[in-house]
């Protein structure tokens, strides 16, 4: 990392690498350590596509992004959202429009305390640090800036391979639909399990292997995705390769057909008005 490290939470080990790190790492940010870009390193020289997937993760955000203003959505939230880096939400849709609200929500103390560095002055953005699994301290937080009771578009980008099986995330799911406004979004992003990349079970065995239990990758099928929308109506074209969701030009793709479809990308909407 380049900058200066007195943002940086003290209870941090920097030695250990972490997801959110490793993957402003693949997207070339600033906000990582030395343990983060040497498994970063590690998971390149196995599959050197990754880094592609990244940079097409963060378009898919952009398009569904824009999908969803251009359905009449003024308010985010965020999960997951990770360390800052080029073409974040807020400035997706605050550009579309300026009063756009955005709630970004992480557990990793550094996503949350960079965010907030950089939010402080943007009225119109809030930054909470809370587990995916608590959904009521997550709408609890919400509501200081969103007005629940109307349509929002969640976002949930490359989190829920971190969720495992144990955890009940159709569950965790649920839990959120049910609280969403009817006319709500729902975006994911998933590390596809039936992926035509190469050597995937082999990088994430390194990665499961340099992280603790919190943040061991599960990898999953076309229909174990699919099933996460259960009671949201899928927009077109489906749950597809990441690249293959409304791409607007090439830059939305890779040269690599596997890449295409190693992240899972689709958006649901909650049915009524």
């Avoid at 900058?3 to 790492?25: C, H, K, M, Q």
């Avoid at 729902?186 to 992280?211: C, F, I, M, P, W």
Wanted: a negative charge; one cysteine or more; glycine letters at 8%.
């Amino acid at each position: 990392m380049t900058g200066e490290l007195s943002w940086v939470p003290p209870e941090i080990d920097t030695t250990v690498p972490n997801p959110a790190r490793v993957y402003d790492f693949w997207l070339d940010g600033d906000h990582n350590f030395a343990a983060d870009r040497a498994l970063g390193e590690q998971i390149l020289k196995i599959m050197p596509g990754v880094r592609d997937a990244a940079r097409l993760n963060r378009a898919f955000l952009r398009r569904a992004a824009r999908f969803m203003v251009a359905s009449g959505v003024r308010q985010f939230l965020d999960i997951g959202s990770g360390i800052p880096t080029a073409g974040n939400l807020h400035e997706i849709v605050q550009q579309a429009d300026p009063s756009c609200r955005v709630v970004y929500v992480d557990r990793e103390p550094v996503a949350v305390a960079h965010s907030r560095l950089l939010l402080q002055d943007n009225d119109r953005c809030a930054v909470l640090q809370a587990d995916l699994r608590d959904a009521n301290d997550v709408f609890e937080g919400a509501a200081g800036l969103l007005d629940l009771d109307q349509p929002v578009g969640v976002f949930m980008l490359l989190l829920l391979h971190f969720v495992p099986d144990s955890w009940d995330p159709a569950g965790i799911l649920a839990r959120y639909r049910d609280r969403l406004a009817p006319g709500s979004f729902l975006a994911v992003t998933h590390v596809a399990a039936d992926s035509e990349a190469g050597r995937l079970d082999e990088a994430v065995e390194v990665y499961k292997s340099n992280q603790d239990q919190q943040n061991q990758p599960v990898p999953r099928t076309h229909d174990e995705v699919l099933a996460f929308f259960d009671g949201f109506e899928v927009v077109e074209p489906g749950v597809v390769g990441c690249a293959m969701w409304k791409p607007e030009g090439a830059g939305d793709m890779s040269d690599d057909p596997a890449i295409n479809s190693l992240p899972y990308a689709g958006v649901g909407r909650k049915p009524g008005s």
